[in-house]
């Protein structure tokens, strides 16, 4: 793997330094790279005001982890919608945290579409507009392009805002009345009826009436064509762009989709239940390694690898590492054209290649993966960032909790253990009451000798009274330890006194 | 709410508590709380805190405390002269301060010989005299008498020192103090320097200093002849032992020969007043706290009016007071000498006004409990003699005896052994 290397997304040409090895130092290059690609998208959307692209932004995600999607729902006419508000810190990075899949599966492609075209709508008067390509009406599930914008509310449901149209040519929007009435089709699909507003022209949606915050205005993508559309020029199903190449070059707006070899898009993610509002940027391609001198043709090793042999990509939470079967890929087509928002890239012959999931996968906010099975029966696999950090916080606290009771424990054991070391300080096998139990002595108990081993008051101890300290001392004359007299024993001679007692 | 911590082994001012879900004591350190905000009081009972452990005897005090007499009855066994009709007892009353005795007469009709009806002929000419005559009225001294197996005992309402000091009998009867002869009566203490005896050592440190830095002019407190022995009954107090007093001359220059001039010796001199604690004799080793509770905690008395109350307050209270599921009646007791010392002895709060001045008030405050102060006169389980019982005298910081009719603070305690 090398460096300096070049590709272009959403026609815009990159100097990337890339490094397939994924040290931390080609992350934080990659990083590096993501903001200027990030500054780049910026100047883009300066640009997308002008006409030329559509602005691409999209938002975040609730959590589907470990929710199944059955094909066969999405691939009936259906048109899914991405839209809503949630509330996140836009400078939290988004993680995958998880990806399952069980189905004998292989991914081939991923698609990102979606996005809110509010979120970073002009705000002009007490309404707000965004630029649009044409955007013209056709049957659903038939027509091979995007069928209007419509307006949905947190719920997914449709809202019919104030809605005018004014062309580029005459400039950007100065108020809300400005433009013309837009024209707009009404249409049912899953049970529910939107209106779709087209365009003759690239232009602007100049929209009133709503609170933006909990409204989302998003391309109405009308069915399985449309989405083939996306990913392959042909419409084929059974496109093939690698996996990996797909989901780095996410698109810079909307979610991310995978392809499967047989199936359909599955396009549940950001429906009904689904808000989106803030950005999600794409993360530089570090594994692109060539491009073609004219800037139509990507060739890269796919990062991902080790995919395994049921098709499910696994996560390597000790390394945060995703290993996915990797594939070389072509780039064969971009978002450069204003009626489609996607980026393709095809796939070319498997390679395995390793990144982190941690920096290669980050996007801001928020992501998804969806994978789906060659048999049509999709698992689907989520990259989510929603409450992450508030997540590893928890967890954080209840590791630190666990570690405080663990030192609480331990402050506790040694608690009793210096209390059993001071028990042993006082009276031990040697003393009893502070005095030796076995005093060492010369002559007979008298107050007038004191024994040798006793413990005066002015050495700490008590006087010697000529009588025992505690019951069970003995008083030994060592200058004759045999003959009668020499040993002595205490005994409680009453209530008052102990005294000694010969024991021979 | 702080982080509480238990420990299995306490040590003085940890908090006692039981756990109400396993009905076992609990100990909890001292420095792991700060009031009773920091104990869930779902799940525990306060007790009370650590006084001393020994091994594994914990001396636990109890939460609250109050004042209580000692007894509230003087006994006397009475013996009455063969073949007399009569007899005569000499009694202090309050009508002029207890100041005289007076003298009364109580006759019978058969002369007395020492058998069951005698003893009853005898007995029931008292209460009549008792009923009729002031002071023995019921509304006076309550003066009653009893044929007790082969003895005829009398007993009065106790309250005022003078009637145990001044009672006597005469012309057919004799009278002898019969207070609790089942609780012995022990005077006898060893202090550190290897005297002995009864009143007089040391039972707070702070308050014995405290008061003795002072001069005084009682010979017992700052002798008035030269001092030739170090075993002291009483402490000295320190203008006596420098010999500076302005109510004594220099008495003990032999003292200071031993333990040094200046401030300094006489602390020398104060500490070998301390006693020697734990001992296997004397008060200090007295462990019979528990025993003599129970038979004064048992104790009843009948008066001219049929009431039945309990003759010891003090002891009633120790033992009956403590309201606690871990440790229920019958854990509890007023304390021997040597507890009172295990708790007084290292008590600041008295001489230093502040509630957590030292280790052991300062948990009591923490868990709302009763105070113990240094200064306050505590009553001990111990008999003095026959008509004292050993209390901590608060005023000087020694131990001492008093009369049993006076009112002491009685703290219940108990001996809890760490399994």
């Known amino acids: 793997m090398s460096s300096a290397k070049k590709f272009k997304v959403n026609g815009v040409v990159y100097d990337i330094d890339v490094n397939a090895t994924e040290t931390i130092a080609a992350a934080q290059a990659a990083a590096e790279a993501a903001n200027a690609a990030a500054a780049n998208a910026n100047a883009l959307q300066q640009n997308l005001e002008s006409g030329s692209v559509v602005p691409a932004k999209a938002g975040n995600l609730d959590s589907w982890a470990g929710k199944t999607l059955n094909a066969p729902d999405v691939q009936t006419e259906k048109v899914f919608t991405t839209g809503g508000d949630v509330s996140i810190d836009s400078s939290v990075n988004a993680q995958i945290e998880h990806i399952i899949a069980k189905t004998d599966f292989t991914a081939t492609s991923l698609l990102s579409t979606g996005f809110n075209l509010l979120r970073n709508a002009v705000a002009v008067g007490d309404g707000w507009y965004f630029p649009v390509p044409a955007l013209a009406f056709g049957a659903i599930n038939t027509a091979a392009k995007p069928n209007g914008v419509l307006f949905t509310n947190s719920e997914g449901s449709n809202l019919t805002p104030t809605v005018r149209f004014k062309k580029l040519s005459d400039g950007a929007p100065s108020s809300v009345s400005d433009g013309s009435a837009c024209a707009y089709t009404d249409a049912t699909t899953g049970g529910k009826t939107y209106r779709f507003y087209t365009t003759s022209e690239a232009g602007y949606i100049i929209v009133s009436g709503i609170t933006r915050a909990s409204v989302c205005a998003h391309i109405g993508w009308s069915g399985r064509y449309d989405e083939y559309k996306a990913i392959n020029a042909s419409g084929d199903a059974g496109a093939t762009v690698a996996l990996a190449a797909a989901i780095t070059a996410m698109h810079s707006f909307g979610k991310m989709l995978a392809i499967g070899n047989i199936g359909d898009r599955i396009d549940r993610i950001g429906a009904t239940q689904v808000r989106l509002t803030a950005y999600i940027d794409r993360v530089q391609p570090s594994w692109l390694t060539t491009l073609n001198e004219d800037g139509t043709t990507y060739t890269h090793e796919a990062s991902i690898t080790a995919m395994k042999t049921d098709g499910a990509a696994a996560f390597m939470e000790a390394n945060h590492v995703l290993t996915v079967n990797g594939n070389t890929v072509s780039y064969s087509d971009n978002s450069s054209a204003a009626s489609t928002d996607y980026v393709k890239y095809e796939k070319a012959a498997p390679v395995a290649t390793t990144y982190s999931l941690a920096t290669d996968f980050a996007v801001e906010d928020w ?26 916080r928890a967890i954080a ?29 006082g009276d031990d096998f040697e003393h009893k009451y502070g ?23 002015e050495d700490g101890g008590y006087n010697w009274t000529g009588k025992p300290s505690a019951l069970g001392q003995v008083y030994n004359n060592v200058d004759n330890l045999t003959g009668a007299g ?18 021979n | 709410m702080s982080k509480i911590q238990f420990t299995r082994i306490p040590n003085r001012g940890d908090a006692v508590l039981g756990d109400l879900t396993t009905g076992k004591v609990v100990f909890l350190r001292q420095d792991s709380f700060s009031s009773t905000a920091d104990i869930d009081n779902t799940r525990y009972e306060i007790i009370g805190v650590v006084a001393k452990r020994e091994g594994k005897k914990v001396l636990i005090v109890y939460k609250t405390n109050a004042s209580r007499v000692w007894s509230k009855r003087y006994s006397y066994k009475l013996t009455v002269t063969a073949g007399a009709t009569s007899g005569t007892l000499s009694i202090r009353q309050s009508s002029d301060s207890w100041a005289e005795n007076h003298t009364h007469t109580i006759t019978w009709t058969n002369a007395f010989a020492d058998d069951a009806e005698h003893r009853t002929e005898v007995v029931a000419a008292l209460n009549t005299y008792f009923a009729a005559n002031s002071p023995f009225k019921g509304t006076e001294q309550d003066w009653m008498a009893e044929v007790v197996g082969s003895e005829i005992h009398l ?35 060893l202090r550190r320097h290897g005297g002995t005896g009864g009143e007089g050592v040391i039972s707070n440190w702070y308050r014995a200093l405290a008061y003795f830095e002072n001069d005084n002019s009682s010979a017992t407190y700052n002798p008035n002849s030269d001092v030739t022995s170090v075993k002291r009954t009483y402490p000295i107090c320190l203008p006596g032992y420098l010999g500076t007093s302005i109510y004594q001359s220099d008495h003990c220059a032999a003292l200071r020969a031993v333990y040094g001039e200046g401030r300094e010796g006489w602390l020398k001199f104060m500490a070998s007043c301390l006693p020697v604690v734990p001992s296997d004799w004397g008060n200090m080793g007295m462990d019979f706290g528990m025993k003599w509770t129970k038979i004064m905690a048992a104790k ?93 005298y608060g005023n000087f910081g020694f131990f001492s005896g008093n009369y049993m009719c006076v009112s002491h603070l009685a703290v219940p305690v108990s001996l809890y052994e760490l399994a």
């Open chain 1, 367 to 392: 992501g998804c993966i969806v994978l789906q099975g060659a048999s049509g029966e999709a698992e689907i696999a989520i990259a989510y960032a929603q409450g992450m950090p508030d997540s590893l």
């Open chain 2, 155 to 189: 007993h009065y309402s106790y309250v005022d020192w003078r009637q145990a000091n001044y009672n006597t009998a005469s012309s057919g009867f004799g009278l002898t103090a019969n207070l609790l002869p089942e609780i012995p009566a022990i005077a006898n203490i």
């Open chain 1, 397 to 425: 606290a209840v590791r630190m909790g666990a570690a405080e009771k663990a030192i609480e424990d331990a402050d506790v054991r040694t608690d009793n253990l210096e209390s059993e070391v001071l028990l042993l300080a």
């Open chain 2, 300 to 392: 009843r008395f009948s008066s001219q009016s049929m009431t039945n109350e309990p003759l010891c307050p003090a002891a009633y209270y120790c033992y009956n007071t403590p309201n606690v599921q871990a440790l229920p009646v019958g854990k509890w007791h007023m304390p021997t000498v040597k507890e009172v010392y295990d708790i007084l002895g290292g008590v600041v709060y008295g001489t230093v006004n502040d509630r957590n001045a030292d280790i052991l008030n300062a948990t009591l405050n923490k868990l709302g409990a009763s105070a113990i102060s240094n200064g306050t006169h505590v009553w001990s389980s111990s008999r003095y003699n026959s008509s004292y019982a050993w209390f901590a």
């Open chain 1, 435 to 457: 005095q030796p139990r076995e005093l060492y002595a010369h002559d007979t108990p008298a107050e007038s000798r004191i024994p040798d081993n006793w413990v005066q008051l």
């Open chain 1, 486 to 503: 020499s040993i002595w024993k205490a005994y409680k001679k009453s209530n008052y006194e102990l005294d000694w007692m010969p024991a």
